[in-house]
């Protein structure tokens, strides 16, 4: 795992967990052995983090998933018998209330689009650190969706030359501060970094997420990052 960035999100401290909430339950699903163990190794070492089981392939590790029921599974993309959108949906069908995070070495965004309709709850690349995963299982955990910062970036950067914002539209039924908090989602940040940064609670960027969600129609933060880069809504330079 790469040593930690200077990335938007996720902030990079260690994953945060009150101390009457039972640690969250991890499964790792990856083909290659040596970067299974190893992530496995350094996620039992951190707090709040419990690790119930990894698997060397999609169809091992759904059945893995349907015996010990994970919170959170980590999932690659590229796997022999059972690729890992293919396990996604079977995981999420076998266990509906696991979360995804797809881990992975491809940065290509069709994956990203294929990982987002396979029901994942976040994308992220395995140049990470591990304190960035552990904070992305945290945060995914806790009902969000992520997508890795650099991923954030080849998104917005892939759409600067769509055609401009349309004129009408689900889009120009938010609100000024819905908008910018559509705008931080989009640029990586997690619901405590867009309140530090807009100077709000918590709580207060959560109902701006449900209700922007709501209005546009979609069912996660992910997918309202491709809606905004794809709308061109971020006043990109």
Do not use: W
């Not at 990335?7 to 401290?13: A, D, K, L, S, Y």
């Not at 969250?24 to 190794?41: A, N």
């Not at 998933?65 to 959170?72: I, K, N, Q, R």
């Not at 309709?117 to 650190?129: F, I, P, V």
């Amino acid at each position: 795992m790469a040593d930690q960035g200077a990335t938007p999100t996720p902030t990079g401290e260690p994953a945060q967990v009150a101390p009457d909430r039972a640690p969250v339950r991890v499964m790792v699903v990856d083909d290659q052995q040596l970067f299974r163990r190893g992530l496995t190794m350094l996620l039992a070492a951190e707090p709040g983090l419990e690790v119930v089981g990894e698997a060397g392939d999609g169809v091992e590790g759904t059945r893995l998933a349907e015996t010990t029921a994970p919170d959170v599974v980590l999932l690659d993309v590229k796997m022999p018998k059972r690729s890992g959108m293919e396990t996604c949906l079977a995981i999420k069908q076998a266990v509906p209330s696991a979360k995804i995070i797809m881990l992975t070495a491809s940065d290509d965004e069709g994956d990203l689009y294929e990982a987002v309709k396979s029901g994942a709850s976040g994308y992220l690349l395995k140049d990470s650190s591990i304190e960035e995963v552990a904070q992305a299982i945290a945060v995914v955990a806790d009902g969000q969706s992520l997508i890795s910062p650099s991923m954030a970036i080849k998104l917005i950067d892939e759409f600067k030359q769509m055609r401009p914002a349309k004129e009408s539209g689900p889009a120009l039924r938010l609100t000024d501060r819905e908008l910018d908090v559509l705008r931080l989602v989009a640029h990586g940040l997690s619901n405590k970094e867009i309140a530090a940064r807009l100077f709000i609670s918590e709580n207060t960027v959560k109902n701006h997420v449900r209700n922007m969600l709501e209005k546009l129609q979609l069912h996660s933060r992910m997918e309202a990052v491709i809606y905004a880069v794809r709308e061109n809504l971020l006043e990109l330079p």
